[in-house]
Each structure stands twice: as C-alpha cells, then as structure tokens.
C-alpha cells in the first residue's frame, strides 16, 4: 500500500501575499482576453487573416498567463513551509529572551 502524503503547508510573509495578489490579477487579465479571441473567433466566419491575428493574439496571452502563474509558483516554492516557519518563530522567541548574565563578569549570583 503506497501512502501519498500531503505537500508541506507553505505560509507567506505580507510582502509575498501582496506579491501573489499582484500576479493573480495579472493572470486575470490575459484570461479574459484570451477567451474574449477565442469567443470572437468562434462568434461567425471569419477570413483565414482573421482567424491568425485571434490565434496569434490568443497565443501572446497565453504565454502572459504563464509567466504570471510561474512567478506565482516561484513565490510560494521560495516561502518558508509550516515547519521552517515554525523553527524559525523558535528561533526569534530564543533571540528575545532576556539574557543571564554571566555571573564572573560582572558580579552576580548565579541564577
């Protein structure tokens, strides 16, 4: 029996999420016009001129969507996973601590 486990949970910083809002809407609107030329191209007859320019067009804004959807991919590869995140938290929280002095340099009782 082959066990398929679930893909790290990614978290973004606020930077990243506005950054894969941005590129979410810009992958919305070659979408849009991508299927407005293959809606046009379907509506009536068309010249065979025509029907190059909707699929040259079409063919542009579909390489546009796929630039917007590798940025988004490459955005959430680069974000840190549930566990670095965590670690990383664990990290900083160590980093906070108020500090024991060392009791020879400066005279106090240990603690």
Same mark, same amino acid.
């Given at each position: 029996?082959?066990?398929? @486990?679930?893909?790290?949970?990614?978290? +973004?910083?606020?930077?990243? /999420?506005?950054? %894969? @809002?941005?590129? %979410?809407?810009?992958?919305? =609107?070659?979408?849009?016009? +991508? =299927? *407005?030329? +293959?809606?046009? /191209?379907? /509506?009536?007859?068309?010249? /065979?001129?025509?029907?190059?320019? @909707?699929?040259?067009?079409? %063919?542009?804004? $579909?390489?546009?969507? &796929?630039? #917007?959807?590798?940025?988004?991919?490459? %955005?959430?590869? &680069?974000?840190?996973?549930?566990?670095?995140?965590?670690?990383?938290?664990?990290?900083? !929280?160590? @980093? !906070?601590?108020?500090?024991?002095?060392? $009791? !020879?340099?400066? *005279? #106090?009782?240990?603690?």
């Amino acid at each position: 029996m082959t066990v398929i @486990s679930e893909p790290p949970v990614k978290h +973004l910083d606020q930077q990243q /999420a506005a950054e %894969l @809002s941005r590129d %979410l809407h810009q992958a919305a =609107q070659p979408l849009t016009v +991508l =299927q *407005g030329c +293959l809606e046009l /191209a379907l /509506a009536r007859p068309h010249t /065979a001129e025509e029907y190059k320019y @909707s699929i040259e067009r079409a %063919l542009d804004e $579909s390489r546009r969507l &796929s630039a #917007c959807f590798d940025r988004i991919r490459d %955005l959430v590869r &680069s974000s840190p996973t549930k566990s670095e995140r965590m670690y990383a938290d664990a990290a900083s !929280k160590r @980093s !906070k601590a108020p500090r024991v002095a060392d $009791s !020879k340099r400066i *005279g #106090c009782l240990h603690v």
